[in-house]
């Protein structure tokens, strides 16, 4: 007996093998996980133009200005530049004598019509070129005027004439260079709205009326420097 079971015994473990053969493995399911969202991918947005390049474009136009008024002066010969040396010696002897409300109101009035100039030239499509007229017109006034100095007037009447010029041009130079800015911007708001590339907002305007509100006590705070400039002139004269 014990030899038929041993001789029956591999019979046995190879049928037991050939259905472990036959048998396919069990699958095992892999735990199922959601699919990852999307994250959405913003568009990149195209670079904007530096919001300061207007307003040096109009820097060095009005740079320019002062520069060719001042060579423009210079460059005179003749009667001409006699009457200029007549021009400035008559500006020191009245700012030594000048009721200081005169000077505030004459340099405030003065700057008021240029800055209301370009502040009207903002609400025109074609505005653009007349309030860099504008501009450029103050400029090369005030080159002119600093060019006359320099020619015709020596030590301290020189000195005194560029303390009672250069603040109140200088402030009010910066403030009419912003109005030029905001003349130009709205102009081209207009244009843009006129050939239908852009809608006309409203508060575009009302927010042009409060900068303009701000342009003007800049320049009635240059009238005050040179109405104060005038009064410490008087005292040391």
């Known amino acids: 007996m014990e030899k038929n079971w041993i001789l029956e015994q591999p019979a046995v473990f190879s049928a037991s093998e050939r259905t472990a053969e036959q048998t396919p493995p069990p699958i095992v399911e892999e735990p199922s996980f959601p699919p990852p969202k999307s994250v959405p991918i913003a568009a990149e947005k195209p670079k904007a133009l530096p919001k300061c390049r207007l307003t040096t474009v109009l ?13 423009l002066a210079a460059g005179l010969e003749g009667e001409l530049a006699g009457t200029l040396r007549l021009i400035a010696e008559r500006f020191l002897a009245e700012r030594a004598e000048a009721d200081l409300q005169k000077v505030f109101l004459h340099t405030f009035v003065s700057c008021l019509l240029v800055g209301g100039g370009m502040f009207f030239c903002g609400f025109s499509a074609i505005g653009q070129p007349a309030s860099m007229l504008l501009l450029l017109f103050r400029a090369i006034g005030l080159g002119m005027s600093m060019g006359n100095f320099y020619m015709t007037l020596e030590g301290r009447e020189l000195l005194a004439a560029l303390v009672l010029l250069l ?56 009238a005050m420097a040179d109405a104060g400039c005038a009064k410490f002139f008087q005292m040391l004269h």
Do not use: Q
Request: proline share 3%; net charge positive; hydrophobic share 60%.
């Open 59 to 71: 820097a060095v136009l009005f740079l320019a200005g002062v520069a060719y008024g001042a060579v």
């Open 167 to 222: 603040p109140a041009g200088a402030l009010s130079g910066y403030a009419l260079l912003l109005a030029c800015r905001e003349s130009m911007r709205m102009s081209g708001k207009f244009f843009r709205a006129m050939t239908g590339e852009e809608v006309f907002a409203e508060p575009a305007a009302g927010v042009y009326g409060v900068k303009f509100l701000i342009i003007a006590l800049m320049l009635l705070a240059a």
